[in-house]
């Protein structure tokens, strides 16, 4: 199963940047073995601004994803339920996973309606490139964990 980090707008060369790809690189190593990955980030930018004009670029992405978005609303997940969450997708034959991250004021209704979940970090606010490193990181936590990695919260 393809894992697919989808984000609005670009990261320039950061510290977050390199995280990101550290975990990406990380995950899609080690997920080969368990039928995950590639894992990869996709970023988009809409020329006009706000959720509307940013729902347009990020909706052809979701064809053929089971797609969970990031929302301050969403489930929180522990680290070992989101692992068997993308387990039981894995397993169930999804083809492509899509975690989706909006832009600075969040995702648009109608498109969050078109996700087969919802997801949160819990209730504060996190800066754009820090969310695309938690996720990343949660990722390659998850691919660990159903490689049966030591996982200190067992």
Known sequence: MRVQILAVGR????PETDLVRLYVDRATAAGRALGLGPVDVVEVE???PGK?????????HFKDAHALVCDEHGQGRTS???AEEIARLRDDGTRRLLLVIGGADGLDRDLMAQAQGRMAFGPQTW??????????????RAVTILGGAPYHRD
Not at 11 to 14: A, E, I, K, M, N
Not at 127 to 140: F, G, K, S, T, W
């Open 11 to 14: 990261l320039s060369r950061s």
């Open 46 to 48: 809409s020329r006009k």
């Open 52 to 60: 509307a004009a940013e729902a347009e670029v990020l909706r052809p």
């Open 80 to 82: 070992r339920a989101f």
């Open 127 to 140: 800066p754009h490139a820090l969310a695309r490193v938690m996720l990343a990181e949660q990722v390659y």
